[in-house]
């Protein structure tokens, strides 16, 4: 194994290839703090020349390879094995192009979501995708896993922002396949094999991506509502009165608004505690004084028709945050035990009798709290389910039971947005028919026949 480890030294120089005892002590994840990497090195390419004849050369050799981005990832999607080469996208930084024109940025993998954000806003655009990991999350790894975040409701997942990109195959070929074209009906839409597969079938190592223009203002209000059909009602009251402005529409049980809203919590609550559900309610526009009318006109009406029953108005930028503060501190959870994160998707009609159904069966088990929470507008629904300090693995197998087997009947997903990697694959079947399971098995033949990429996340190939 020492050879290819100078094989990639020769490529990559010294400073580019690092020895396990270098980077045993990096963490394995933003979540997993107290797990660390293995490998036989580390490889840190900066060019897509780079990535490819290091993977020539690791497939010429079957040595496996695992890519990591941001590490923000929360199935296992990136867990590495003492065997194989880990190829971080860490030095493949560069915003190669913002065209204000055809409103696309070309960039490399390893670029962040908050710098490409932040970069884009000085040309008075925006790049949609946003998620609490914005500032370690890469834009590689959001496409790799189809990321979806805050703002599905209006804008779309990672993969409706993506018009082409460049991947590296297994053996080393480069696809390049960087289009800047909204409109290109050529066939099999091939960038589309390489987002959302974790990468098991290639290493994205550039992105075309789609912009907009910036918002000149926002919106929001925190509303409380007495049940579930109010909810549901909101929805689409708000959507339909704001003509489509509507970009967030999120809700939150009311144990889990008086989690984040109580010590040791640090945000104060907007509205009282004691309603059945609370929504955040965001809408994007032209900033202009006539869409803040609407925005209260909208919420007047779901007051008077008693759809919702208390509001509280972000009145600043300032208010906007703290609003989005609450929505996002999930960290509240793992304060008085350990957690285990899930995130589904389902009907939303169905959504109520769900939770309900998840946390009748937990009655079984020894867990603490189950707080349930999300992107209601896309259909995403985020489960935590808290159970005593270090008994988590223990627990994990009858707690999944309990969250993913009362999705079937409702052919729902096991994952909306957060992959499947290592943590999801045994309930992969809840959500794939086996003729789906077979497709995929047969693309990763055909793309990786030696199994080298990313080996044994999403499916296995026997």
Same mark, same amino acid.
């Given at each position: 194994?020492?050879?290819?480890?100078?094989?990639?030294?020769?490529?990559?120089?010294?400073?580019?290839?690092?020895?396990?005892?270098?980077?045993?002590?990096?963490?394995?994840?933003?979540?997993?703090?107290?797990?660390?990497?293995?490998?036989?090195?580390?490889?840190?390419?900066?060019?897509?020349? !780079?990535?490819?004849?290091?993977?020539?050369?690791?497939?010429?050799?079957?040595?496996?390879?695992?890519?990591?981005?941001?590490?923000?990832?929360?199935?296992?999607?990136?867990?590495?094995?003492?065997?194989?080469?880990? $190829?971080?996208?860490?030095?493949?930084?560069?915003?190669?192009?913002?065209?204000?024109?055809?409103?696309?940025?070309?960039?490399?993998?390893?670029?962040? #979501?908050?710098? $490409?954000?932040?970069?884009?806003?000085?040309? &008075? #655009?925006?790049?949609?995708?946003?998620?609490?990991?914005?500032?370690?999350?890469?834009?590689?790894?959001?496409?790799?896993?189809?990321?979806?975040?805050?703002?599905?409701?209006?804008?779309?997942?990672?993969?409706?922002?993506?018009? &082409?990109?460049?991947?590296?195959?297994?053996?080393?070929?480069?696809?390049?396949?960087?289009?800047?074209?909204?409109?290109?009906?050529?066939?099999?839409? $091939?960038?589309?094999?390489?987002?959302?597969?974790? %990468?098991?079938?290639?290493?994205?190592?550039?992105?075309?991506?789609?912009?907009? !223009?910036?918002?000149?203002?926002?919106?929001?209000? @925190?509303?409380?509502?007495?049940?579930?059909?109010?909810?549901?009602?909101?929805?689409?009251?708000?959507?339909?009165? $704001?003509?489509?402005?509507?970009?967030?529409?999120?809700?939150?049980?009311?144990?889990?608004?008086?989690?984040?809203?109580?010590?040791?919590?640090?945000?104060?609550?907007?509205?009282?505690?004691?309603?059945?559900?609370?929504? #955040?309610?965001?809408?994007? %526009? &032209?900033?202009?004084?006539?869409?803040?009318?609407?925005?209260?006109?909208?919420?007047?009406?779901?007051?008077?028709?008693?759809?919702?029953?208390?509001?509280?108005?972000?009145?600043?930028?300032?208010?906007?945050?703290?609003?989005?503060?609450?929505?996002?501190?999930?960290?509240?959870?793992?304060?008085?035990?350990?957690? @285990?994160?899930?995130?589904?998707?389902?009907?939303?009609?169905?959504?109520?009798?769900?939770?309900?159904?998840? *946390?009748? *069966? @937990?009655?079984?088990?020894?867990?603490?709290?189950?707080?349930?929470?999300?992107?209601?507008?896309?259909?995403?629904?985020?489960?935590?389910?808290?159970?005593?300090?270090?008994?988590?693995?223990?627990?994990?197998?009858?707690?999944?039971?309990?969250?993913?087997?009362?999705? +079937?009947?409702?052919?729902?997903?096991?994952?909306? !947005?957060?992959?499947?990697?290592?943590? *999801?694959?045994?309930?992969?079947?809840?959500?794939?028919?086996?003729?789906? +399971?077979?497709?995929?098995?047969?693309?990763?033949?055909?793309?990786?026949?030696?199994?080298?990429?990313?080996?044994?996340?999403?499916?296995?190939?026997?």
């Amino acid at each position: 194994m020492d050879i290819i480890v100078s094989e990639l030294r020769q490529i990559l120089g010294d400073t580019g290839v690092l020895d396990p005892e270098q980077f045993h002590s990096r963490a394995a994840g933003i979540w997993r703090q107290r797990e660390h990497l293995t490998g036989l090195a580390l490889v840190r390419p900066r060019t897509t020349d !780079e990535v490819a004849t290091c993977l020539a050369r690791c497939h010429d050799r079957n040595i496996p390879v695992i890519t990591h981005g941001g590490l923000t990832g929360l199935v296992r999607g990136a867990d590495t094995r003492p065997d194989a080469i880990v $190829l971080s996208t860490e030095r493949m930084v560069s915003i190669e192009t913002i065209d204000t024109v055809q409103r696309v940025a070309t960039v490399q993998a390893g670029v962040t #979501l908050e710098r $490409l954000q932040q970069e884009v806003a000085a040309e &008075g #655009l925006m790049f949609p995708l946003d998620l609490g990991g914005r500032g370690s999350a890469t834009l590689g790894g959001n496409a790799a896993t189809n990321a979806g975040g805050n703002r599905v409701l209006r804008y779309g997942m990672m993969r409706d922002m993506v018009l &082409g990109l460049e991947a590296v195959l297994a053996d080393g070929t480069i696809i390049n396949g960087l289009s800047t074209l909204i409109k290109n009906n050529t066939g099999y839409d $091939l960038k589309n094999l390489f987002l959302g597969s974790e %990468g098991t079938l290639g290493v994205i190592t550039r992105l075309s991506l789609r912009l907009r !223009e910036a918002p000149r203002g926002r919106q929001m209000a @925190l509303v409380a509502m007495e049940d579930f059909d109010q909810a549901k009602e909101l929805l689409r009251h708000m959507d339909r009165g $704001l003509s489509g402005q509507l970009s967030a529409f999120e809700v939150l049980w009311s144990d889990f608004y008086r989690l984040v809203t109580s010590p040791p919590a640090l945000n104060p609550p907007p509205l009282p505690h004691g309603y059945g559900f609370y929504a #955040l309610l965001e809408a994007q %526009g &032209g900033g202009t004084e006539s869409e803040a009318l609407g925005f209260i006109h909208c919420l007047n009406d779901a007051l008077e028709t008693g759809i919702i029953k208390d509001a509280a108005i972000a009145q600043s930028e300032r208010d906007c945050e703290a609003f989005w503060a609450i929505r996002d501190d999930v960290a509240q959870v793992f304060a008085e035990g350990d957690a @285990l994160l899930f995130d589904v998707s389902l009907p939303i009609n169905a959504m109520q009798h769900y939770v309900e159904a998840v *946390k009748l *069966k @937990l009655r079984a088990t020894p867990c603490l709290n189950c707080w349930a929470f999300g992107h209601i507008g896309d259909g995403n629904l985020h489960l935590a389910i808290q159970v005593p300090r270090g008994e988590a693995e223990a627990l994990r197998a009858n707690i999944e039971a309990c969250v993913y087997e009362p999705l +079937m009947p409702l052919k729902g997903s096991v994952s909306a !947005e957060h992959g499947i990697g290592l943590e *999801k694959k045994p309930w992969l079947s809840v959500s794939c028919s086996k003729e789906e +399971m077979a497709l995929m098995r047969a693309i990763k033949l055909a793309l990786d026949p030696k199994n080298l990429l990313n080996p044994g996340k999403i499916i296995d190939l026997e």
